[in-house]
């Protein structure tokens, strides 16, 4: 409790925190972090594809079928709802606290809970968009498609979902937008993130602010140069630091 104590303080006198999150942050919404949710799809479907395969471009164009079937059945979750991380983030934006939330999720849950700066490196699920004419389409093409690969009503082509594959480059606006929101921060909350995922993990190496603090379930490499480590579910740790404030 007295750590948590101690972040509410370092909350109370910031006024730029930058909140960097992984798939822990959205693990108590029920949704399963990438290779929870592949080692399901390998074993359900007996499939011979490592995960890493599976969501790589060079997949995605050779077989577009089994692509989809993955990502349809283990990547999208259209009925979660946000956790007291996702609520906590949103409350401190609202009140002026929070600049920024940098994520490497595609749930679209910080928004959901009411964020409004949400810069999403590797994409979101809620955006598609057609291969062939460029129109844009909603999660609904996706999970309402008769056929395993959705195509865009207008031309045939294939939708394809904008979030970031293997083989391919993050955004540069995001990425731009990101080092600067964590450049300008006076506090950095790090969650439910391994920081192995690069080049996303090396954006916190950008902080030059008071604080570091890191809310996660397991050790990281960037525990030795955190002010304070916070080892307990970030949403039931984030709804307890929200009464704190209150």
Known sequence: MEDLETLASWIRESRSIVFFGGAGTSTESGIPDFRSAAGLYLTEKHSPYPPEQMLSHSFFISKPDVFFDFYRTKMLHPGAEPNGAHRLLARLESEGRLSAVVTQN????HQKAGSRRVLELHGSVHRNHCMNCSRYYGLDAITSSAETVPRCPACGGIIKPDVVLYEEQLDDQV???SVQAIANADLLLIGGTSLTVQPA??????FRGKHTVLLNGESTPYDSRADLIIKDRIGQAMERIGELLS
Request: proline fraction near 0%; charge should be negative; charged fraction near 15%.
């Open 106 to 109: 595609i749930d679209g849950l």
């Open 175 to 177: 990425l731009n937008d």
């Open 201 to 206: 993990a090396s954006l916190i190496q950008f």
